[in-house]
């Protein structure tokens, strides 16, 4: 908004008029604002570009230093103060940036400079600089900056090696996919280092194409592998690209390469398994055979001919009619047009399913047409593939009783699945929640984890929780016991394993694996007291148990020295039997007490 417009001065000259006019458009244009400071009487003069910056009006509110700085935001107003200070006493420039307040409530980043003018004393006496908006400039580099941190978390957390490598070969920067496929333990193993020493020799001339195909500007891509510094082979496959700085000059090589072991292993498979359907084509139990145009056969494999010589009756061979009426009127119009379909030029598949006239059994077959073309585009005839899927068809359904069976399992079993925020927050429940902790699947997801812990656990659920975020996607921390809640108000001991898939986008938490296993606790806690009282008795009995033994083999020595009498002789024999009958008493109070100690649960035979 422009200010009010004034009347001439009429004592100002016309150049001087052109001149302020435009001084107000350089301002406008550049953004920019004057101000000058007299510092005898502390007076203050913005110019109509500082009252633009501030979004006032000249008339708004009279100028002044003290406003000068409350325009200044808070946070920056202290620096702006110090350095006017610094400014006028040490006779430093005058070159400062911070923000402004405007007085729509809106944040403005300037950059000032001024001048001091001192009189002959070198007194300051007055102050004379500019304000430019730098907003736009600011808030461009600030987005930048952004940008480039958004870019390197993304760089950090990509899946794929993504490193820089100098023009002689040397690793500038790699990412942490990177460093784990060449089996560096740190950056520091890595950077520095000669990339070629991680090649396969024999492949080495397909990374040195990539890499000087780049530094020429041309984006190559090649397959290579590469020996990890643990000594693992890998398949890579990489794509290059130059890097240039601001002037244009190639300065160093991209890549993003990834492991691609696994598709070269199946690439090689399905090579292996080509070649072996090559080799045993003629011996395969699926039926290939060509016709010409008037459904005569041209070429068949051996499985072919045998079912068609079992529908003619009689051996076939090439020229015969495949179009079988011995089979039946539905079988022969069916075939025929399968037939006339592929010769009219359309490819297609059919499902055929019937029993076997040979071997009486079920069978599954996918049958394929695809029409024969000479070089004038003209059809002579038609391909035919009859493959026996029934072992398909049997593996499908077994596969889908297995699903039924696990979805079962999860719904139904004793152990709850849980799918947990970082915080503890349910995110997903199994079913099976109710069975072992009595809660609803809604009243479970409500809960957060700690709602359920024992108060005296949760120290060790929250260094779980801390340690399992630690750990790579997949990984579990070793089971823990810890007690939990019951919705009938009892503590559970459960037992509960954790496993990172936060950063899995199909399951995006940590999956708790837990079940109750409070009467195996108390069984163990039973046994060890039992345990400790029988060890007790056995040490308290062995004490008694030794005297009348003692005394038996006392006797019994005696007895073998032949020196007694007769009369003594029976004598001994009393007191061994009177030993014996004590050495009875006392095992039977072993076994009572032992009895006593083991409950009948524990004791009782099946």
């Given at each position: 908004m422009n200010p009010p417009s004034k009347k001439p001065n009429p004592t100002a000259s016309q150049s001087e008029l052109n001149y302020q006019r435009i001084l107000r458009e350089m301002e406008s244009l550049g953004k920019l604002g004057h101000w000058e400071i007299n510092l005898a009487n502390a007076t203050v003069h913005w110019s109509k570009g500082v009252y633009d910056i501030l979004e006032m009006e000249p008339n708004d509110l009279p100028v002044s230093l003290e406003l000068g700085y409350h325009s200044v935001h808070p946070e920056d107003r202290n620096k702006a103060k110090q350095h006017m200070e610094d400014v006028l006493a040490k006779g430093i420039p005058y070159n400062l940036e911070c923000r402004l307040v405007t007085a729509n409530g809106g944040i403005k980043y300037i950059h000032s400079r001024a001048e001091v003018i001192r009189d002959e004393h070198g007194i300051p006496t007055d102050i004379v600089g500019i304000f430019q908006d730098i907003t736009e400039k600011t808030e461009s580099i600030l987005h930048l900056k952004q940008q480039e941190i958004r870019l390197s978390s993304i760089l950090q957390s990509e899946p794929e090696c993504v490193k820089v490598v100098s023009p002689d070969g040397f690793l500038i920067e790699m990412n942490p996919a990177g460093l784990s496929m060449i089996e560096a333990d740190c950056p520091e193993e890595a950077i520095g280092q000669k990339v070629e020493s991680?090649?396969?020799?024999?492949?080495?001339?397909?990374?040195?194409?990539?890499?000087?195909?780049?530094?020429?500007?041309?984006?190559?891509?090649?397959?290579?592998?590469?020996?990890?510094?643990?000594?693992?082979?890998?398949?890579?496959?990489?794509?290059?690209?130059?890097?240039?700085?601001?002037?244009?000059?190639?300065?160093?090589?991209?890549?993003?390469?990834?492991?691609?072991?696994?598709?070269?292993?199946?690439?090689?498979?399905?090579?292996?398994?080509?070649?072996?359907?090559?080799?045993?084509?003629?011996?395969?139990?699926?039926?290939?055979?060509?016709?010409?145009?008037?459904?005569?056969?041209?070429?068949?494999?051996?499985?072919?001919?045998?079912?068609?010589?079992?529908?003619?009756?009689?051996?076939?061979?090439?020229?015969?009619?495949?179009?079988?009426?011995?089979?039946?009127?539905?079988?022969?119009?069916?075939?025929?047009?399968?037939?006339?379909?592929?010769?009219?030029?359309?490819?297609?598949?059919?499902?055929?399913?019937?029993?076997?006239?040979?071997?009486?059994?079920?069978?599954?077959?996918?049958?394929?047409?695809?029409?024969?073309?000479?070089?004038?585009?003209?059809?002579?005839?038609?391909?035919?593939?009859?493959?026996?899927?029934?072992?398909?068809?049997?593996?499908?359904?077994?596969?889908?009783?297995?699903?039924?069976?696990?979805?079962?399992?999860?719904?139904?079993?004793?152990?709850?699945?849980?799918?947990?925020?970082?915080?503890?927050?349910?995110?997903?429940?199994?079913?099976?929640?109710?069975?072992?902790?009595?809660?609803?699947?809604?009243?479970?997801?409500?809960?957060?984890?700690?709602?359920?812990?024992?108060?005296?656990?949760?120290?060790?659920?929250?260094?779980?929780?801390?340690e399992v975020l630690a750990l790579p996607l997949g990984a579990s921390l070793q089971s823990e016991t810890f007690r939990a809640k019951h919705k009938d108000g009892s503590w559970r001991i459960v037992e509960s394993t954790l496993t990172n898939m936060l950063s899995d986008e199909t399951i995006g938490g940590i999956v708790d694996n837990f079940h109750d296993v409070t009467e195996?606790?108390?069984?163990?806690?039973?046994?060890?007291?039992?345990?400790?009282?029988?060890?007790?008795?056995?040490?308290?009995?062995?004490?008694?148990?030794?005297?009348?033994?003692?005394?038996?083999?006392?006797?019994?020595?005696?007895?073998?020295?032949?020196?007694?009498?007769?009369?003594?002789?029976?004598?001994?024999?009393?007191?061994?039997?009177?030993?014996?009958?004590?050495?009875?008493?006392?095992?039977g109070d072993i076994v009572r007490k032992s009895q006593e100690v083991i409950p009948p649960e524990f004791n009782s035979k099946p």
């Open positions: 991680l090649i396969e020799p024999a492949d080495l001339k397909f990374y040195q194409t990539i890499h000087e195909n780049a530094l020429k500007g041309i984006k190559s891509s090649a397959r290579f592998r590469i020996i990890g510094m643990k000594g693992t082979q890998r398949w890579m496959e990489s794509t290059a690209v130059p890097l240039t700085d601001q002037t244009g000059n190639i300065v160093s090589v991209l890549s993003l390469t990834r492991d691609i072991s696994e598709k070269v292993a199946n690439e090689e498979k399905l090579i292996r398994i080509k070649r072996n359907q090559e080799a045993l084509i003629n011996g395969t139990s699926d039926l290939i055979w060509s016709i010409d145009t008037n459904f005569c056969l041209v070429a068949a494999n051996k499985s072919f001919l045998d079912v068609l010589s079992y529908l003619l009756q009689v051996p076939a061979k090439e020229g015969d009619n495949v179009l079988v009426k011995t089979a039946g009127e539905e079988f022969y119009f069916k075939w025929k047009e399968y037939y006339e379909r592929g010769l009219s030029g359309e490819t297609f598949t059919s499902y055929e399913n019937f029993i076997s006239p040979i071997t009486n059994e079920e069978e599954h077959r996918e049958v394929y047409f695809k029409p024969i073309r000479n070089v004038d585009d003209k059809i002579t005839g038609l391909a035919c593939f009859s493959k026996d899927i029934s072992t398909l068809m049997k593996k499908s359904k077994e596969l889908l009783l297995n699903e039924k069976r696990f979805r079962a399992l999860v719904e139904n079993g004793t152990d709850v699945i849980m799918i947990l925020s970082p915080r503890g927050q349910g995110k997903y429940v199994s079913p099976s929640i109710t069975k072992v902790m009595g809660y609803t699947e809604e009243e479970a997801i409500q809960l957060n984890l700690f709602d359920v812990i024992h108060p005296d656990d949760t120290p060790k659920i929250k260094k779980r929780l801390f195996r606790e108390t069984q163990m806690d039973a046994i060890q007291i039992q345990n400790q009282k029988l060890k007790n008795i056995a040490w308290t009995q062995s004490h008694v148990v030794r005297s009348p033994l003692a005394r038996i083999m006392g006797i019994i020595e005696l007895i073998r020295t032949r020196s007694l009498t007769k009369e003594e002789e029976e004598k001994s024999l009393g007191y061994l039997l009177d030993s014996a009958n004590e050495l009875d008493d006392v095992i």
